[in-house]
């Protein structure tokens, strides 16, 4: 739908869900029912509270469904185009479900409605935006880290897999054994020293995969999102620069029309004035 198929209603439902002090609304009233859930979590069930509770988070239930109206009101099918918009129809769709039978599980979904934090303040949105641009790099390095851990786990099985069955005793238990060492709990006295005990070199399995799994790959993690993240503020700086630059534009634009339809005006006034001072020219040099 183009801008000049929009009807007068739906221009306004526009510039009313556009308007800073609605988003402010709705942003309040997120963080009014995220205490409301956990409220709930600490109120008996069938008290005077709880149902005071139950009642004002389906009063901000209606309140976010009123909103989702609006949206698609103002912008039809353009609505679903927006990753954002989506996400917050399929929350707000989620707690619409009625949460009864093998559907109970749903009711704990419910405060997935706080989420749309992200939707609603920008800065959540771009550091979510930089994190899934991060994913196809991320995606290389988890397959690294795999890598790592299934030649280390086939290891760790060959060498302790005999004497410490629990630890070691099976490909999956050695993935998660490693596991546990990457994030360094007790990975020295709880499975280290044991091993080393009697293994008294097997701290040349250990210090190396620490150095690799967390010192090295956990790293680039993180230099991967930092990348990330500063690429989109620096998209996001560009297009503001642009937008910038688009208002100056036209603002000299506007002023050259304005210079023009001057110029113009006064070529008119000379046109209308010539005839007229050549006239009172010559009634002087009769007179």
Known sequence: ?????????????????????????ILGVILFNALILGALTAVEPG??????????????????????????????????????????????????????????????LRVL???????????MRRVVSALLGALPGLGAIVMLL????????????????EQFPDWFG??????????????????????????????????????????????????LFIAIIVNAMQTFAEQDHADERAQQQAVQDEKEQALLRQLEALHQELREIKTMIGPTSAAMQSRQNLS
């Open 1 to 25: 739908m183009t801008d000049s198929q929009v009807t007068g209603m739906q221009r306004t439902t526009r510039q009313l869900v556009q308007r800073p002090w609605f988003a402010n609304a």
């Open 47 to 108: 008290t005077t509270l709880h149902a005071v509770l139950v009642g004002a988070d389906r009063i901000c239930l209606g309140i976010f469904i009123a909103e989702i109206v609006l949206r698609l009101h103002a912008w039809r099918g353009r609505f679903f185009a927006d990753p954002w918009s989506v996400f917050d129809l399929a929350v707000i769709a989620i707690a619409l479900i009625p949460a009864s039978g093998p559907l109970a599980v749903l009711r704990a």
């Open 113 to 123: 409605r706080v989420l749309r934090v992200l939707t609603i303040v920008p800065s």
């Open 146 to 161: 795999m890598l790592i851990y299934y030649v280390f786990a086939v290891i760790a099985t060959d060498l302790f897999g």
């Open 170 to 219: 099976s490909l999956g238990e050695s993935f998660y054994t490693l596991f546990q060492v990457m994030t360094l709990e007790s990975w020295s006295m709880g499975i280290s020293r044991p091993v080393m005990e009697s293994f008294p070199y097997a701290w040349l399995f250990f210090v190396p995969f620490i150095l690799i799994a967390t010192f090295t790959i956990l790293n």
